[in-house]
């Protein structure tokens, strides 16, 4: 027992024995161990408090991921440190000791704090300012992903492809960051399309927007939009703008819509662009001699050879659809592009409906081919539309719900125009506007039921009951030309 009692004297006196003196400090094994312990507690604490203040608590106030995790992350170094200097000072470790201890490691470890500091700081910058948040979608130098965890020296991003990437908070500071969804998950898309120079830009515009609303991820809060942006040295450049609500995603959406650009414009039997190279021989007959039996063979064999192998039938143009209603037969080709630019095409089935009663009137519709009917109460027979007719401009040019259900009795193509679209080919094509006023004149069993919603909504007065064509004429001056005396 003796031999014990002294082997545990000599180890106590060996780990309390200081063998360094700096100044007025000493350090001991002791003390190191001690300190070791206190940084091993004060990480054990810092994580579970930030999962318990994160998690828990702050979920419950309602913040967002990003703000939970900043607000988390600051507090629980922040009370990790206070907790660590407690815990030494209860241990009886003398802070002359940690001096000597920091300043040992300084020593050693040389220029190598002169990263962490930067990266430290650039930590607490990024967890302060709320620039780059826990669950933003960012881009750096090509790399994108989420940001799933922000500490003091460095960020961890996850990719698409589920790869987990630790970056140096400095370089996400003093670099270029593009985050997709500072504010929001929404966003614009853009999709760039070269086509050969024979291609009709027109046509390459239709199949462009015809694209972007077939694609179910593209949110019509805000209409597509194409641009005819350049003409390259082998091509003719467009590009399709498309909104969506989830910006992160944007991957999936520009793979869809270029399967489905590829389908429309091969339709149209217009081609992607490509380098062209032409080969001049100085002799040609020495390449390929011809007699005047074989001639024509050989002469094919130099042709151009079309690229679309069962092609789809080519569709009409939109373009062309409208030039053969009466309201746009003298249009110019500059006044199509526009109205082309602005709406959709839109087939319907036999016994499809367009839009049902009570629905918001967000779109006017031009019947392109084909008949639509609905019925009104009261009224045993239904109301039948045919090709160059106008529907849904009540609804849409006064802002109340549609009155009536439309259905296809017959395969039929549309041509929808969204509200910002139906007012810009208002403002610029005057006589649309007097031809649909007139239209509307002539529905004088529609504005009688329309009366009802009208007198609900506080809209009309004795003006209506006098002329309801004159006061929906009036209302819709006011709506489509302010400024006009």
């Known amino acids: 027992m003796a031999g014990f009692n002294r082997l545990f004297e000599s180890i106590q006196q060996a780990v309390n024995t200081p063998f360094l003196r700096v100044g007025n400090g000493t350090l001991t094994l002791s003390a190191i161990a001690e300190f070791l312990l206190a940084i091993l507690l004060t990480i054990l604490f810092a994580l579970v408090f930030k999962k318990v203040l994160a998690e828990i608590v702050l979920r419950r106030l309602g913040l967002k991921q990003g703000v939970r995790e900043s607000v988390a992350t600051i507090a629980s170094y922040g009370l990790s440190t206070l907790f660590c200097l407690v815990l030494l000072q209860t241990l009886g470790v003398s802070f002359a000791s940690i001096a000597v201890l920091v300043g040992s490691l300084g020593i050693g470890i040389g220029f190598g704090f002169q990263d962490l500091t930067r990266n430290f700081i650039s930590g607490l910058a990024l967890l302060v300012e709320h620039k780059l948040k826990v669950g933003d979608f960012i881009e750096l130098e090509g790399l994108t992903g989420y940001i799933v965890e922000i500490s003091l020296r460095s960020t961890v991003i996850r990719t698409i492809t589920q790869r987990h990437i630790v970056i140096p908070n400095s370089e996400l500071s003093g670099n270029k ?7 929001h998950t929404k966003g614009w898309i853009p999709i760039d399309v070269s086509v050969t120079h024979e291609s009709d830009a027109v046509i390459v515009i239709e199949a462009l927007l015809d694209s972007a609303y077939l694609e179910e991820s593209v949110s019509y809060e805000y209409p597509p939009e194409a641009y005819f942006t350049g003409f390259g040295e082998y091509s003719l450049d467009f590009v399709l703008w498309v909104w969506v609500n989830r910006i992160d995603l944007k991957h999936k959406t520009e793979s869809s819509l270029r399967f489905i650009i590829d389908q429309n414009l091969r339709q149209h039997q217009i081609r992607l662009a490509s380098p062209r190279y032409d080969l001049w021989h100085r002799n040609p007959n020495v390449v390929l001699k011809s007699s005047v039996d074989n001639y024509l063979q050989h002469t094919d064999l130099q042709n151009i050879s079309s690229s679309f192998s069962n092609p789809l ?70 109301t039948i539309l045919k090709s160059g007719q106008f529907i849904g401009e009540f609804s849409l040019m006064l802002g109340v719900p549609r009155t009536v259900t439309v259905v296809a009795i017959e395969e039929t193509t549309v041509f929808s125009i969204s509200p910002g679209g139906f007012k810009q080919i208002l403002q610029s094509q005057p006589k649309l506007y007097n031809c649909i006023v007139d239209a509307m004149g002539r529905h004088e069993d529609e504005l009688t039921q329309q009366q009802r919603r009208l007198r609900e909504l506080g809209l009309i007065n004795s003006e209506y009951d006098k002329n309801p064509v004159g006061w929906v004429k009036k209302q819709l001056d006011k709506l489509f030309f302010p400024h006009t005396p």
């Open 177 to 183: 960051v593009i985050n997709w969804t500072y504010q």
């Open 313 to 382: 039938p080519k569709p009409i143009a939109t373009r062309d659809l409208l030039k053969a209603i009466p309201y746009f037969r003298d249009s110019s080709p500059v006044e199509l592009r526009k109205l082309v630019e602005v709406g959709h095409r839109r087939r319907l089935e036999s016994g499809e409906i367009l839009f049902n009663e009570g629905e918001p009137g967000d779109a006017f519709y031009i019947i392109l081919s084909g008949a639509v009917s609905y019925q009104l109460q009261g009224y045993k027979e239904p």
